[in-house]
């Protein structure tokens, strides 16, 4: 069991618990349980500021290191199956002599029931000294009706520098929806507030969203280039990078397209009707 008592807002913590805990305790992902949103497991921070991947996988690492140093000593104890035998371990195997048994039946042998350990992450001095944000380009091809002036998006592309990726599945699924959201800041959403304060368009029937006609092809593509300065697993966080240049490449083609220099968003269709 890999666990900690952060959060998983539909980013993929869970997933990044089981191969990280997978990778460096040296089995398959299947034999890994993920667990969150406890307070009884180990603090783990929250799952913002593109931080959760970075900061649980370097713990994980260094309580699985400890987790592995603690099992080969074990091994090797008076009393135990490799009793003063040099103990070394792969493919969740305690090896000697030519002899191998599973950490479960070391276990049992031993009459332990478990070990565990925990490890911590956090902020060093090479945060005074270095950037460590993500980066990326965002691209993006849009068409304006000549008649109607309606501003519709037809392509994206996103190319980012967000160091190791863990799961290259999520990770691209969570940059895709950043960029349909970054489409839906620049066309769609935008609250209307009365004089009294109150929001004119509070409801999903008047506040505009975007919908499966409003999203064309998206592509996204990872420099994979694991950032160990950083932190040792090498991760960096994909939460915001995703959405934060979408507006700009839109507002940059609708001038592209028109000549019109918008400065505020969402870009409407009045904002584009000839004067």
């Known amino acids: 069991m890999v666990g900690t008592s952060g959060a998983d807002p539909g980013t993929g913590l869970l997933t990044v618990l089981s191969l990280v805990g997978a990778e460096w305790l040296d089995i398959t992902p299947d034999r890994v349980t993920p667990k969150l949103g406890d307070s009884a497991l180990p603090p783990g921070g929250l799952s913002g500021g593109s931080t959760a991947t970075a900061s649980v996988g370097t713990a994980i690492m260094l309580s699985a290191t400890k987790v592995l140093d603690d099992l080969q ?32 039946e070391l276990l049992r042998a ?35 009706h ?36 970054g489409i839906s800041a620049a066309l769609h ?36 280039y694991p950032d160990t300065l950083h932190n040792a697993v090498g991760a960096k966080g994909i939460g915001e990078i995703g959405t934060v240049g979408i507006a700009a490449a839109v507002a ?22 000839d004067d």
Request: net charge negative.
């Open 189 to 224: 959403e935008g609250l209307e507030i009365e004089e009294n304060g109150r929001l004119a368009n509070g409801d999903f029937a008047s506040y505009l969203v975007p919908v499966n006609a409003d999203i064309p092809d998206v592509d996204v593509h990872f420099v994979e």
């Open 73 to 104: 000593a074990l091994a090797s104890d008076p009393g135990s199956p490799f009793e003063g035998q040099e103990v070394s371990y792969a493919d969740g195997q305690l090896l000697s002599g030519g002899a191998a048994m599973t950490f479960g």
């Open 252 to 273: 940059n083609a609708v001038y592209n397209a028109t000549g019109t220099r918008v400065r505020h968003i969402p870009i409407t269709i009045e904002d584009l009707l």
């Open 110 to 144: 031993t009459g332990r029931t478990s070990i565990s350990a925990k490890g911590s992450s956090a902020p060093g001095e090479e945060l005074t000294k270095h950037s460590f944000s993500s980066v990326g380009a965002q691209f993006c091809e849009v068409r304006v």
């Open 146 to 181: 000549r008649w109607t002036r309606e501003a519709r998006v037809s392509r994206m592309l996103g190319v980012f520098d967000a160091g190791r990726i863990i799961n290259a599945k999520t990770a691209r699924s969570q940059i895709i929806g950043g960029m349909i959201w």
